[in-house]
């Protein structure tokens, strides 16, 4: 029988640590025993120092737990961070540096060389660069991240794609109100509305798809050489990121072909059976309308992207839909599945 | 002191009648003295033969007007229809023929070689169709129609930078539910949702683009010799559509010409000051996260196009946001100022 | 070990049945075996026959199930009911004739004074109206409801204050979405407003209340003798209905007294374990905002009824606020539950 | 030809300011020659000063007033006060005792016994608190104020049936987000939802509305002997507040009477043609599930309240729902409308 692993949380009072919080409930390999967050609230029991937002209450395993401060001392040795972009720098850098293997889903370290931006379904090979990472920080532990929750949904259906060279892409995205944590978007802004502008979005979404898509090249990842273009957008849906998506490609695939590949999309997660991970990574839906945000993104526990409507691009070659769960699969559940594939690669002994 | 004209509404009781029936309301020119709709409806008092679902209730000019068949007989020369696309094709043809002037929204005319998909600020002289519409189809009337509510935004933002030789159009549209008439959406489908499916809609945009930003050829509209491709989605939102758009140019302009173009875009209906035309076309708005539906559409009466985020697009070579309201500029605004600039041509005399 | 029983759904294709298909995955008593719907539907594959609206997707066991006609013949004896109102009060009948135990959430015989109106927690022993409505009525079967979806969440809080001799009860709804079927209420509608009126909605929460609350006489039930109004209101909410009340008690209970009958309601469902009771039918919520449709109604498998904000009201004797899942505890679940208690009480052997 | 009043507004950068800016454009009576705010606004042009929130951009008018400071000064002698409950005490003092009439839409004076809480059609004689407060303040200015948003609408509804003798008023409210300002209400918290809470709303309705239905006595006003009982929701509705309310009477007035009060009721306001003033202060709407927020609540310019549903009630005598617009009647209009009545009174020469 496995040995079961004890986890901490950084910045577990916020949202997105009530998320992690929530999805680590009855996880099969992780023991979550630790809480960490601001010196406001250490010291406290967790459910008097946050407002649980989540659907469901907070959960009983945590509530009377106290909370720690983000320093490096109790802590067990893998910790996933939830802080906010404003502090993550330094505490993610100390407590690496003490020894800890730090899960994050920050975004603060994501664009870093020697730093994987990780997708196990995508990229698994950059973890290849934590060892350089350790040696040049002269860090015991280390750092590993996990994409922005816009970028997550498009490059889970470009994964099983690049084969086809791809070229250029061009995204829109319909974005859930929870990708910007609580209290986040006003009602007033959000109601009955659409802002067409998310402050930093674009660039992220087009960076980080260059970097998940590239080649691991020794000490950093060679960007994906394709031109990527983003348009991100708010509209009043609680979870799910919609997202158009037209492709260029090099090998001018048929549509058939390109189907196939996302339908018989099958990576390192799921040949090793990884606790988290979806059945299949990219669940294709041949609804005409579908996939939707309220009725699918918390299929497959919210960890799968779904895609429709594949058909021609005038302009590029093919265009389609993308569904993912912004806070599971593009935050939480993301964090926690790069774990759970460090794990079977030996690195968290 | 300008003549008055009498006009008439073909299917009055629909939301698109209900539309040109508040629209019309006060105008300096027309007067509303006819309502046509199906058998069911015909011989009722207007308030008794259907309900009103806009803002504000039912005008008092027309809730007790006698509706009447759509057949040609009493209506006065000058008719805007409404019609369903189901009953459509024959009842405009057969007002057409008895003399009238149908300034149609119905999708059922648009693509006809010899029937003018008209934009005042953009292709006033396809008006020149008309001519030849009626010599070769025996009418002493004839039919001239607006585009589809998500078409109209984009080629207003388009007619402008036409100049510099568009060659690839890229959108995504996120439309509001009143675009769907009534009862429309089911609430349960689009509440907290995206739709990323809207029937027919991709392939009106793609059509409707080529042929407004065409070229008069005689007997016909020669296209526009560009790629143009559409995502169309709806999006919890009562009034607006809301478009992001990425454009190629053969003539490769600066940001600043291209921002100039659409900033002093002054075309015939302002020359003219026809009553309906917005004061500006474009309504270039800097703020970073606009335009927004809730709270942009319905300046300048409804009937400009918003734009807004002009900036580089790394696949193509610039994109941007552009919103105009579906039910005014996009349907029944659009009639009326297209009949105003008929009336402006003589073309009603 | 228990033998399981074999059950089938009148009306299966409907939003209400496919709330029952979704309630009975996995049950440990029943086994889904017969789906019955109209004429229109039987013949076909389930998957061809509908379109399924709930989030998730059409369960794998029912997909390709074949839809029988909804006469006797077939179908197991125990028979959930999702029927149209406009068309069960015959087929229920011929059902429960023909010898099966109709178990219905249609409201057309609810109100029939040997037809029991069933909460278990509530009223367990109104069944025992059955074996007069089987001789009166010359039936080997036999008919039994449940209550409105508005009406269940009152009642549930009411059952343990009855003993405190309920005289008044004012209360108003703000009901979800999903209690309308679907189409059910148009976009138009209901975005971003309140509609103040629910046809019928009204007799029937005052009605059923009188009679779920009234004392078994016999051959009927003797209502309630209290004064019951309420005014019913739909919100934009996708699931749960939130009620605030005010009710005047003969006795004139402390607070504590009536916050401890409601923490420690604990009725013949929860003594038996039936498998589709909550733990507790009432959940008191001692935050200052709660409950809350979105965040609470899903809570406890949607079974419970969620009780919050208990004070003094300045017009009868005490206030507070109740929430209940429409379409699981307010229709498929209660009826469930329904037919468990009858299960236990031997009436299904 | 009357001479025109300069008027300024306290607190002219938030949402309630803004308000009160829209609200006086091209008003007949008042011009706005002066924008007040907090420290960091003064010095700054307007526009830079603040983010606008409403629908239709910032007026021209105000765009490149300089904002001042909120000190007695400059600023002209009749000011609307906009300003935060935080600050408003000191402030609207200050000003009153410097001379300047407050007519103040904070909450901070309303209940003090020397301040009249104003509805122009309901309560204009309690306007004689004012010699006695400035005598015993030893003003020069005064302080007048309107109810809070909630409260209107009931007050409005029930001024007519006053004289039927009110005993007991119950009512649930269903309030617009616009209702807390900006940021306001997290739309995680209120998309798809209902929120039954609002921090003092439910003591604020039922002792304003003891207040303004009480009779003037001198020194004070004798609060109306009758119970009032408030349950306060919020729902995800952008403007409008909707109330069900329950009333019992002491003279057992019929529906007809209690229909025609509401439907006659002509007050001061209407008698002297206020600039303001709504036609009729009360509509009723005779339609079976009118008045709806998003389709009445801007009817009337948003200043009368709009009333439906009117039947008997089992519990108290009669019950309907009320609708009136929170941002207009219920704070910027409602000062506006109590200026003009103050104006007529000839309290402002």
Redesign the interface.
């Known amino acids: 029988m496995q040995t079961r692993i004890e986890v901490g949380i950084l910045g577990a009072t916020g ?1 997105v640590g009530q998320h992690f919080i929530k999805f680590l409930q009855g996880h099969p390999l992780f023991d979550l025993t630790w809480l960490g967050a601001s010196d406001r609230s250490a010291g406290k029991q967790y459910k008097d120092a946050m407002t649980w ?5 907070t959960p009983e395993t945590v509530a009377n737990r106290t909370v720690d401060e983000c320093k490096p001392g109790n802590a067990p040795r893998l910790l996933f961070s939830a802080m906010d972009a404003g502090v993550a720098t330094e505490i993610e850098r100390a407590f690496a540096e003490a020894g800890h293997i730090v899960v994050s889903n920050s975004r603060n370290h994501r664009m870093e060389a020697d730093v994987p931006l990780l997708v196990p379904e995508v990229n698994p090979d950059h973890l290849r660069l934590v060892p350089g990472q350790r040696l040049s920080r002269g860090w015991k532990g280390g750092i590993v991240t996990n994409p922005n929750c816009s970028t997550i949904g498009l490059v889970m259906a470009l994964g099983p794609l690049k084969q086809f060279g791809i070229t ?3 995204v ?1 995205t ?1 974005q859930a ?2 990708g910007a944590g ?16 998310i ?1 930093g979005e674009e660039e992220k979404m ?1 960076m980080e798809t260059h970097k998940i898509l590239g080649e691991f090249a020794g000490d950093h990842i060679e960007p994906l050489a394709a ?3 983003a ?1 991100c ?1 708010r ?4 979870d799910g990121h ?1 997202e ?1 998506v ?1 492709v260029e490609f090099a090998t001018k695939p048929s549509k058939h072909d390109v189907l196939h590949a996302l339908e018989s999309f099958h990576a390192l997660p799921q040949q090793r059976n990884l606790p988290s991970a979806p059945k299949h990574p990219v669940i294709y839906m041949h609804e ?9 993104a ?2 497959e526990r919210g960890m799968a992207a779904f895609v ?2 594949l058909r021609p ?4 070659d093919f ?1 389609f ?1 993308v569904l993912s769960h912004n806070t599971i699969r593009g935050a939480a559940g993301a964090a926690v599945l790069n774990a759970e594939l460090m794990q079977s690669e030996g690195m968290l002994d």
């Open positions: 949202m937002h989540l659907a469901g209450g250029k892409v061009l829109t319909m109100i929870s609580y209290p986040g978007v006003p009602s007033m802004d959000i109601m009955g509305n659409v802002v067409p502008f402050g087009e031109k990527v273009s348009h957008n509209v009043p849906v609680v919609t158009t037209s005409a309308n579908r996939p939707q945000p309220r009725k699918d918390e299929r429709g409507r691009c005038h302009v590029l265009k839909v």
